[in-house]
């Protein structure tokens, strides 16, 4: 655990953070994986993004309709589209993690274990011998996403865990309501306390759910992700709300983990698309915000030199929805429809073909070893396949 900041250093801290993320080498945040062939020796892609849209997400509201995700179909156009990739309604939970291991995860709706097999985290990890610092994932849906981080194999594990932070405690409202006064501090217990809540959550550690499990970072680093995460607090604070309000958040927070540390691996978990159980309206919604704030992300990696043209991005939903809309015009999951079994994978990068759509039918669980096969790893313990047609 960090040791405690007092009040001056919080100040201190936070009252410089203006431009800090645009000025990052003067706060030490350099790029620590953009050497060469950071992802594999055989492809250009030196830093990849997995952004999982969970929630449930019909292939007739993506793709199907163009008009919807915009920034989507922008990389759609400059890459690769596999509109026929099998998914398992096995719960939003199962099905996500599924995508993560590479192994169809039967897991509960309300289930919060962890799942007993490794994730695509802990193979790049422990096979090329990655840092926590350079493997991260941003999430938007509580415990169950945050076990996304690694798995319970027992030759794996917290060990080769990603750090995980979820949008949720970076846009606290009493946190901002601290840095709204620096101008006038007031020096009283509850103000006091409110920096040791703060604190308490900018310990790496704590926001894994690893503490005391295995997942470290050296002191530097854990510096690193304090300045970042008061950063964050204070340049994104102001209100966050609408629909999709926690996915936009995780996204935001994934971009500036780009920006600032430049990781090799980074895995964004949505899924607000669950709103369409009562509205389809809302769902609708969701995904347009969802490809705006995918938009921004893609728009800052091809203003970032370090990433511009070394990133590989790949973007899927967990499974679809039902082919009808229910009694409260929304859409369920669970008629067994192709609409439902069936989603879109859109892959973006400079080892993947251009503006290709193909047809060859792949699974949901392909996506782990593909992503492993990108960093010159094997997803042991899976027995999916790398989808080799989608590289040129």
């Not at 179909?73 to 939003?92: D, F, I």
């Not at 097999?117 to 610092?133: D, L, M």
């Not at 983990?257 to 309206?281: C, M, Q, T, Y």
């Not at 082919?323 to 994978?345: A, I, M, P, T, Y």
Request: hydrophobic share 40%; aromatic share 8%.
């Amino acid at each position: 655990m960090p040791s405690p900041l007092n009040r001056r250093d919080f100040l201190k801290l936070s009252g410089a953070t203006a431009g800090a993320l645009a000025a990052a080498p003067a706060i030490g945040l350099r790029s620590i994986a953009a050497e060469p062939g950071a992802a594999s020796g055989g492809f250009k892609a030196t830093h990849f993004v997995f952004v999982s849209m969970a929630g449930g997400i019909r292939s007739r509201e993506t793709i199907g309709t163009p008009a919807n995700i915009p920034n989507i179909m922008r990389l759609a156009k400059e890459g690769v589209v596999l509109p026929h990739v099998k998914a398992q309604n096995v719960g939003h939970y199962g099905a996500s993690l599924s995508c993560y291991t590479g192994i169809t995860e039967i897991m509960g709706i309300r289930e919060n274990q962890r799942g007993n097999h490794p994730t695509i985290f802990e193979y790049i990890r422990k096979q090329r011998g990655f840092s926590a610092n350079q493997i991260w994932l941003s999430t938007s849906n509580g415990n169950q996403q945050l076990n996304f981080a690694y798995g319970l194999d027992k030759d794996y594990g917290a060990p080769f865990g990603a750090n995980v932070i979820s949008g949720d405690g970076l846009f606290n409202a009493e946190f901002k309501d601290i840095l709204d006064k620096f101008g006038r501090p007031k020096g009283n217990d509850a103000e006091a306390k409110l920096v040791e809540k703060l604190q308490a959550g900018m310990d790496p550690a704590q926001l894994s759910r690893v503490k005391g499990e295995g997942l470290t970072n050296d002191p530097a680093t854990v510096k690193r992700i304090e300045k970042f995460i008061l950063d964050e607090i204070s340049q994104n604070a102001p209100k966050v709300t609408g629909p999709g309000t926690q996915d936009a958040k995780a996204v935001r927070i994934g971009l500036n983990i780009l920006r600032v540390f430049k990781p090799v691996f980074l895995g964004v978990a949505l899924n607000n698309a669950d709103i369409a159980h009562g509205s389809f309206n809302g769902y609708v919604d969701v995904i347009r915000r969802n490809d705006d704030e995918i938009g921004k992300l893609f728009d800052a990696i091809q203003a970032d030199p370090d990433l511009k043209d070394k990133t590989a991005i790949f973007i899927m939903p967990e499974f679809g929805r039902d082919k009808d809309l229910n009694q409260r015009n929304g859409l369920d999951h669970g008629d067994n429809s192709e609409d439902l079994k069936r989603v879109s994978l859109v892959a973006y990068g400079p080892d993947f073909k251009k503006g290709k759509t193909i047809d060859t039918p792949y699974e949901s669980t392909d996506v782990c070893p593909t992503m492993a096969h990108i960093f010159g790893v094997k997803a042991e313990r899976s027995r999916a396949k790398v989808m080799t047609d989608i590289f040129a």
